[in-house]
């Protein structure tokens, strides 16, 4: 029983002790953008548009409003006309008869409004996701180049080491000790700059979904650059709206072309007539005239506005296509370099540092600090160049998510939440 007391007690102990990158949740792409998808506050303002533009098409389906008119004549006057003797006093209704489906091409341009909405919303949250993927290949990179800060400076340390004993041994002069020292501290410096580069980049991706930077991000996914090439999805985002806005222009054509048709106005009363004290009964009719005439312009309208619509959809296809494909031949370049870096550069680079080291541990006098420096030095941007082309590779791959939808099953959960 004691024994599994201080068992506990110890477990405890080291949870509570433990480093916080020990107990950090570890967060790939996929979790990072539900985060921000779940927090997304333009969801709730599409959502609002949406729910206006409902409201829009049930007005749509609205009829003409019956009207009531009250009429008086005679009621005034003199002589025969004298009040109430030749009085004449009328109730009319009133009804109009909408011809030509104006109804129902109204509430087709209403509900086309409804999908140009839809899709809006749909590109504001794809464009969130891409800021987002963007913040997390910044914070990736970060964290990479923490591994190199921290290769360095032991690298630093080493050779600190073997200066030290040599300028001890009288092989070399003082001011190569000075200047390990100084390269060194230069060295710890730089890791604990990377280190807090690391975490402000961690705290900024965590604010798109309200979080702290407690988390840890999966390093493979940055290195994963050969595998992620390939052809893109075959949804266009930005496509579906352009064709929901010539949706939308095709169904005000119909909607104004409808209005060129004149509605039939029926008319039906019950008059009174005071010198006889009789009722009758009136009925009527009427029909404007020329609103086809009337209407051109605004027919004129929507058919350009059609046209237009139907141009931008061309035209942006063909840039899309046009984009895509420079990024894919992009990252394929740059997985390339990548890859010929770690073949061609990182080893030969390494192998270089390791003979210098070597040599100096040897105590001869064929190397100096300063070619160990130099070696060591090819090696650090050999690494901070790989990196920043993984970097630019994952912020093309993240344009690409954006320009062909990857991540839009996103949005749905986003929107039922």
Not at 134 to 155: P, Y
């Amino acid at each position: 029983m004691r024994t599994a007391r201080r068992l506990s007690i110890g477990a405890a102990f080291l949870l509570l002790t433990a480093s916080p990158n020990v107990l950090a949740q570890t967060l790939n792409l996929a979790d990072v953008l539900a985060r921000a998808a779940q927090a997304d506050p333009s969801v709730s303002a599409t959502a609002a548009r949406m729910e206006a533009a409902e409201a829009g098409v049930r007005q749509a389906g609205v009829r003409p409003l019956d009207a009531l008119a009250f009429d008086a004549e005679n009621f005034a006057g003199t002589g025969t006309y004298r009040p109430a003797n030749m009085a004449e006093t009328t109730l009319w209704y009133e009804r109009t008869l909408e011809r030509s489906g104006k109804r129902d091409s109204r509430i087709d341009a209403a509900r086309s409004e409804l999908g140009v909405i839809h899709q809006r919303g749909r590109l504001r949250t794809l464009d969130l996701l891409e800021r987002v993927e963007e913040a997390w290949v910044d914070a990736l990179a970060a964290e990479a180049a923490i591994g190199v800060a921290e290769e360095h400076l032991r690298s630093t340390q080493a050779v600190e080491g073997e200066v030290k004993r040599r300028v001890s041994a009288a092989l070399d002069p003082l001011f190569a000790a000075q200047r390990a020292r100084t390269d060194a501290a230069q060295a710890r410096i730089a890791r604990d700059q990377a280190v807090q580069a690391a975490r402000i980049a961690r705290d900024r991706l965590a604010l798109y979904w309200g979080g702290a930077g407690d988390f840890t991000l999966d390093k493979a996914e940055f290195e994963a650059a050969v595998n992620l090439v390939g052809p893109p999805a075959q949804e266009a985002p930005d496509l579906d709206l352009l064709n929901a806005e010539r949706d939308a222009a095709s169904a005000r054509v119909r909607m104004e072309d409808g209005k060129g048709t004149p509605d039939l106005t029926l008319k039906g009363a019950v008059r009174h007539l005071a010198q006889y004290g009789d009722v009758a009964l009136v009925v009527g009719a009427s029909i404007p005239i020329g609103t086809r005439r009337a209407n051109r312009a605004n027919v004129e309208r929507a058919m350009a506005e059609q046209t237009a619509a139907e141009a931008e959809l061309a035209v942006s296809r063909i840039e899309r296509d046009r984009e895509i494909a420079g990024l894919v031949a992009n990252r394929e370049a740059t997985a390339s370099e990548i890859g010929r870096i770690d073949r061609e550069v990182l080893p030969g680079a390494r192998r270089s540092v390791s003979l210098i080291q070597d040599g100096l541990r040897r105590g001869g006098l064929a190397f100096t600090y300063l070619e160990a420096a130099n070696a060591r030095e090819v090696v650090t941007q050999a690494h901070q160049h790989r990196i920043e082309l993984l970097r630019r590779y994952h912020l093309a791959g993240a344009r690409l998510d954006r320009l062909t939808g990857r991540y839009a099953s996103l949005l749905s959960s986003a929107e039922n939440r």
